[in-house]
Each structure stands twice: as structure tokens, then as C-alpha cells.
């Protein structure tokens, strides 16, 4: 009976999604006067400027990360409306892609807030790394894209700087060989290939040293 229930279900919304209508993603995009190619260059030059702004180092581990944003704040009031103003060029560009001004109401209240808590010496600056309104507004013009264009890609926004890169090595005469698929994933994968060989350095570097200090103990208490 049970499993009769989830066929039921399961054919329910398969017949659902049959009837779902289509959505014109390009008649949406040339209703803002924008194509498919000017989104995604738009969306990773935003990408850059959030990594610049909050993530230009990360916090080894983890996903978050200290940038300009952070420097600025070490700068009593000043900085904070400097990095308020800054900020602001994240809000045009997502204004840019056709994102309407309420959805990017969340990001704005994230800025202003940082600029508040930027103010206290220290304590404001350590905050920057988990307040930050350039990220947000990457996320939330990253959705409306979803939504709106149908535009799902995330490498461009990953890792804009060398995608931007790996494009226009693309564009060169040596285009050819930077289209194949598997050179075009490694030079997009290098500080994941990096990050790898230093983990693999750092564990044989900690194994040598256990292994030495094994040995030591070995020859001077005389139980090697």
C-alpha cells in the first residue's frame, strides 16, 4: 500500500513538472537589454570585487576570510564608510543584472551594519570576517540568475579571477589546446592541485619528524 502511495506521489509530480510551464530565459534576458555571455561577465567581475572586498585571504579550513573590507576597518570611522562606499559597487552591479532593488534589501542591512560594528576598535575587525555584505549580494544576484536567466554555472563566480584568465587564454592563438576540457579543468583546479601537494608535503614532513623522534627515543633509553 505504502509503496503504492510513493508511485502515486511520484507520478503526481512527474505529471506536475510535465504541465509546469516554459520559461523564456532569453525573451528575459533581451527584456533587460542583456545576453547570456554579458551576465556571466558581469556576475564574475562581481565575484571578484567580494573576494577582493571579504575573502582575499581565507581562514585556512574554512570558507570565510578577511579582504579589503577588513583592512578598511582598522581605520577609525573613516575606513568603515570607505568600505560602506565600496561596498555600494556590488549593490550597482547586481542593479545592472536586472535585480530588483527589494531582493538586494538583505545585503544593504548587512553593509550597514558592518559599517556600524566596524566602528568598534578590534572587536569590529574581527567581525568583518563573518559580516560580509559583498559575499551576500553575490549570493542573492546569484539566485535572482538561477531564477530569472537560468543560469546555473558557478565556476565563473568560484574562481573568477582565473576563469577570467583561462578565458582569455582561450581567445589567444594557442585557443585550441586551452579548450580541451581536461586542461581547462586543471588550470581552473590549481590551488586545489597546490593545496593538495602541501597537504601531502606537510604529512610526510610530520611522519619524518615521528619517525626521527621514534628513533631517538629508541637509542637513548635503549628499547629500539
Avoid: C
Wanted: hydrophobic share 45%; glycine share 8%.
Amino acid at each position: 500500500m505504502d509503496n503504492f502511495k510513493k508511485l502515486s506521489k511520484s507520478k503526481a509530480k512527474k505529471s506536475s513538472d510535465a504541465n509546469a510551464p516554459v520559461i523564456d530565459y532569453q525573451a528575459k534576458l533581451a527584456e533587460h537589454g542583456l545576453t547570456r555571455e554579458q551576465v556571466i561577465a558581469t556576475e564574475r567581475k562581481l565575484a571578484k570585487f567580494a573576494n577582493t572586498m571579504d575573502s582575499l585571504v581565507r581562514v585556512p579550513f574554512t570558507k570565510q576570510g578577511m579582504g579589503a573590507d577588513a583592512a578598511l576597518s582598522t581605520i577609525p570611522l573613516a575606513g568603515d564608510l570607505a568600505g560602506l562606499a565600496l561596498t555600494s559597487y556590488a549593490f550597482v552591479l547586481g542593479r545592472q543584472l536586472g535585480v530588483p532593488a527589494h531582493k538586494m534589501t538583505p545585503a544593504v542591512r548587512l553593509a550597514l551594519i558592518d559599517m556600524v560594528v566596524g566602528i568598534v576598535p578590534g572587536i569590529g575587525t574581527l567581525l568583518d570576517i563573518f559580516i560580509r555584505p559583498s559575499r551576500k549580494t553575490l549570493g542573492i544576484v546569484h539566485e535572482h540568475l538561477h531564477n530569472e536567466y537560468g543560469i546555473t554555472e558557478t565556476m565563473h563566480m568560484d574562481r573568477p579571477f582565473l576563469h577570467q584568465s583561462l578565458e582569455d587564454k582561450q581567445r589567444s592563438r594557442f585557443g585550441a589546446f586551452w579548450h580541451n576540457p581536461i586542461i581547462a579543468w586543471l588550470y581552473l583546479h590549481i590551488p586545489d592541485l597546490l593545496g593538495l601537494i602541501v597537504i601531502v608535503v606537510v604529512g610526510w614532513g610530520l611522519w619524518a619528524v615521528i619517525s626521527w623522534l621514534v628513533s631517538l627515543f629508541g637509542n637513548v633509553t635503549g628499547f629500539g
